[in-house]
């Protein structure tokens, strides 16, 4: 198994000789992009939806992905924001695989997901176009996926994802939900978002990487789940380095994307594994114009 992540450079701009994918228009020219952002200018702020950012692992469309690692950082107490209904019609025939529910533990703390999600393909399938939608533009830019199991047994660890090919296989814990349950947790909103960090695993692009770019694939994936509303900004702190993946990585996309709009999307363009460049954090100025380091030290200034 080949570990994976499709992407696809589907835009003119792929033209522009920077690189092969430079996609904004903000770092091109005389001056590059300006001034950055004043601090506390832009960032994670009340006017934010509060949000679940996970470190459920290294993302995978294709090959095992595991994610040793707790999600959200939350602990045992699970999810966070309760968020509303999220299931836009756009891209509701490009994302939309047939979702397979195998609970190996159905009668013991597998019971947790069977009553926590009372149409799991249902939910899974809203929670796919809103992935989609946040990631992509055209229907063009997305891997098509044909088929996603989620599989529920009880197993060490939270939960993992990998593909082969079209289909997709999503493995949760049963005895992770169970801690949370234990710990009063909201474990609806815990699967929830579980399942908008792996379904972001199975669309996003890793410039066909997922291991060299981990902490990136980690950021994007925690900054899906920030903007389906799971997990409380009170997760976000300052400190660490901006490739540290989970948390510290998918705030600062957070924050990046309120600055720069668009950011995530055009981010997630440059890993585009179909053209002949390897991805460096090079991309963070040819879509801003300013370095990454200076606009990490721009972010760590809004604390």
Known sequence: MVLFILSGCALSAC???????LLSERAQGAGGAGALPEAGAAGVESGLPDAGLGESGAAGAAGAVSDAGAVGNAGAA????SAGPRCPARFETACAPTVLVDNKDATSSGKLFSDALADPANTFDCITRDVCSLLFRKQ???R?????????EAFQGISETWSLGTESTIRVSSSHLQVVADAHGNVQDEIKGLLYYHATNIYQSDDGNGVANRWLVQGVANY???AAGYIPGTQQH???????????TGFFLVWLDHAYPDFVYELNQSLSSSDPSVWSPQAFEDITGHSVDQLWASYQATF
């Open 140 to 142: 063009t830019e997305i």
């Open 238 to 248: 300052p400190g660490g380095k901006y490739n540290d993946g989970g948390n510290t």
């Open 15 to 21: 033209s522009s000789g920077r690189r092969g994918w």
């Open 224 to 226: 899906v789940r920030h």
């Open 144 to 152: 098509p996926i044909t088929q996603v199991t989620l599989i529920i």
């Open 78 to 81: 699970g999810g966070g924001s």
